[in-house]
């Protein structure tokens, strides 16, 4: 290719001021002298082109390709009803039209959730990615096939950085049905016991404006309600236990509805104990009377109301009653006004001594099986007349005294029972035999009537009871010397691991649960924990957000302890289930962008494309998988690249220069030759003149 070019002899504003004094004296002269001053004009404006070195160049140029990017959308909400395949077939004859474009090279990317980190769609990162390395002059235009439903728009095309036509071709139809369910406001802690709030409305497009909501907390429902779509409304959920809180609302589906995975919406509610209200009843003082004191007093959550039983009623010591100074036992305030403000009763040592009437006996039974906790420390005065299990407390207990009292060195054990359950699992010390922890020298002989043996003492007999009752729990320690760990007998023992594990399992932690299944996820595997005292449990049933499920079966690991795992194929909450226990994990965010907003649109990305020269339509057909995709057409010049029935990709004609020629124009021969023969001839020309005015 050859082309003109100059390299000016002297500055450029030099040169252009001798121009404009050759023009100006080339003028005059012809005003002055007429035509015989052409000549000399000649030689001025040849001296001019000299001074600006002209050259001829001849490049050799090798044809480069312009590039065109096709986006393809396989996120989520591009999934949903027919528009996979939709997104197939679009694709398939962009490319095949593409490939009849000559000069044109085809770059696909495809952009998947996993790309998104769980935060929507990314198409335009993946399109800025894509085209990186092409010199902007070179990129003939951008194809994205989606559902319009972009979450990193740029807000206009200065920002998109795209100097040719970006073309919208949007899959889905019409008229869609969907609702939703959208999070205005959701509380992330919360006070056990306590309401929490959680502000949501419902949006819906094609349907009656009315939604039904149902509220589950744990997988339990706790509420049905109506509520108008649209309109913002309260929702107050009840913090059940300390710990992780799973609160899930859904709404009613629709008729022919795109997808059910944004109908719910899930909250994690952590639930934070305001304060563990202890009752501790010390019956006849013994050398391990402060070991649960001491216990209860180290832990700052925990607000103990302690009383010591010194003085029975019936104790006539002729000590005048204004000189005692001993409290009144407030039996009545604590144990028929105010039990249910305690999460824990324990009786440490305690006889019945005609102090509680049995009505209060009756109170705390109630109290139990409305889900309190009750925790019996006993002594010898368990197998006499004056029994705990005499008392309407019996029916609870999960031993009765059988009247013996064990007085000999002991070791206690971790019963078979006990090695799977979270109290006394692990419990340090019990991973040999005999256990390496002191010894006890007294137990309480008994026979279990419910629960589980989970430690046991001389001749496997039970030495601490568990059982529920009803919605509450209750211990039975069958012996009085878990002191003598805390006192160091014999090298002691783990009594602050036991004794807070058995605390914390009486007011329902969830760590501690017997029976309980758990499920987290980690990237995009899913790993579940099946906790339970039987030997083989049923496999695990997962619910995916597209309401698609499988199973995968558990495999042993500790105790009492079984794991699955497995990898899942898309962001939102799953569903995990096994025999009657459910659990929630959320695979990248609980609530995912991508399915927030589902109904496909090509007005979302309008804007931005008219504003590159191209556009954005709607290629989905009502009915079926078939695509009407318009015709890609080159374009070589103009600003508008966009038809009712064609989209246009701006061609630029690019090269790589091979090689370069350069021919200078006025040095050497030639260029003194033509200076030469302009003087010359305004010599002739000025003489001539004169020979005619002298004849």
Do not use: C
């Amino acid at each position: 290719m050859w082309s003109l070019t100059f390299a000016p002899l002297v500055p450029l504003p030099l040169l252009i001021g001798l121009a404009v004094l050759a023009a100006l004296a080339a003028g005059a002269a012809l005003v002055l002298a007429g035509r015989s001053a052409i000549l000399r004009a000649l030689a001025l404006t040849v001296l001019t082109i000299a001074l600006a070195d002209p050259s001829l160049v001849f490049e050799e140029r090798e044809p480069v390709k312009d590039v065109v990017a096709v986006v393809v959308d396989r996120s989520g909400s591009n999934r949903l009803s027919d528009r996979a395949a939709q997104t197939q077939a679009a694709q398939a004859e962009v490319e095949n039209q593409l490939r009849g474009v000559s000069g044109v090279e085809t770059r696909t990317v495809e952009v998947t959730d996993a790309q998104g980190a769980g935060d929507g769609t990314r198409l335009f990162e993946a399109l800025a990615s894509s085209l990186a390395d092409v010199p902007s002059e070179r990129v003939a235009g951008a194809i994205v096939i989606t559902d319009g439903l972009a979450h990193d728009a740029p807000a206009n095309a200065e920002a998109l950085g795209l100097r040719a036509p970006l073309h919208v071709l949007t899959t889905g139809r019409e008229r869609e049905i969907d609702r939703r369910i959208v999070l205005v406001d959701s509380p992330r802690f919360g006070i056990v016991g306590k309401d929490q709030n959680i502000r949501l409305r419902v949006v819906e497009k094609g349907g009656p404006g009315r939604a039904a909501l149902t509220v589950r907390r744990d997988g339990e429902v706790i509420a049905r309600r109506e509520v108008i779509a649209g309109q913002t409304v309260q929702v107050p959920v009840r913090i059940d236990r300390g710990g992780p809180n799973v609160v899930e609302i859904e709404a009613a589906p629709l008729d022919n509805e795109l997808t059910l995975a944004n109908n719910r919406a899930v909250i994690t509610i952590e639930g934070v104990r305001d304060k563990l209200r202890v009752l501790l009843v010390s019956g006849e003082p013994h050398p391990g009377e402060r070991t649960w004191r001491n216990l209860l007093k180290a832990d700052a959550n925990v607000d103990l109301v302690h009383f010591t039983i010194l003085r029975p009623p019936e104790k006539q010591d002729g000590t005048p009653i204004n000189e005692l100074s001993l409290i009144a036992f407030p039996t009545r305030e604590l144990f028929q006004v105010k039990i249910k403000d305690f999460d824990l009763i324990i009786f440490d040592r305690y006889a019945n001594q005609s102090i509680l009437p049995l009505l209060y006996f009756d109170n705390i039974v109630r109290y139990v099986r409305e889900g309190g906790a009750l925790l019996v420390a006993a002594g010898p005065e368990y197998s006499g007349s004056q029994s705990l299990a005499r008392t309407p407390l019996g029916q609870i207990l999960p031993a009765q005294p059988d009247g013996s009292v064990i007085d000999e060195a002991y070791r206690a054990r971790v019963s078979e029972p006990g090695r799977r359950h979270p109290v006394t699992r692990d419990l340090p010390g019990a991973e040999v035999e005999p256990p390496r922890w002191g010894e006890w020298l007294r137990m309480v002989g008994a026979r279990a009537r419910t629960g589980s043996a989970v430690m046991t003492g001389p001749g496997e007999r039970p030495l601490l009871m568990l059982a529920r009752e009803q919605k509450g729990r209750v211990a039975l320690f069958l012996s009085d010397h878990a002191w003598l760990w805390a006192r160091g007998f014999r090298d002691g023992g783990p009594h602050l691991d036991l004794l807070r594990r058995l605390g914390h399992w009486l007011m329902k932690e969830p760590d501690l649960e017997e029976e309980a299944l758990r499920a987290v996820a980690r990237g995009r595997n899913l790993e579940i924990e099946r906790q339970t005292l039987g030997d083989a449990p049923a496999p695990a049933t997962i619910t995916a957000p597209d309401g698609s499920t499988r199973t995968v079966p558990f495999e042993p690991g500790r105790p009492g302890l079984f794991t699955a795992r497995t990898a899942t194929t898309e962001f939102g909450l799953h569903k995990v289930t096994t025999e009657n226990l459910t659990a929630f994990a959320s695979v990248g965010p609980e609530n995912p962008r991508e399915l927030m907003e589902v109904v496909s649109d090509p007005t979302h990305l309008q804007a931005l494309a008219e504003a590159t020269g191209g556009s954005s339509r709607r290629i989905g057909q009502e009915s079926g998988s078939g695509v009407s995709v318009p015709r890609i057409v080159p374009v070589r010049s103009g600003r508008q690249f966009a038809g009712a029935d064609w989209i246009g990709l701006r061609i630029s004609d690019s090269g790589i220069v091979r090689g370069v020629q350069i021919s200078p124009l006025f040095i050497g021969l030639i260029g003194l030759a033509l200076l030469f023969g302009a003087l010359v001839a305004g010599w002739i020309g000025e003489s001539g003149r004169r020979f005619r005015k002298e004849s």
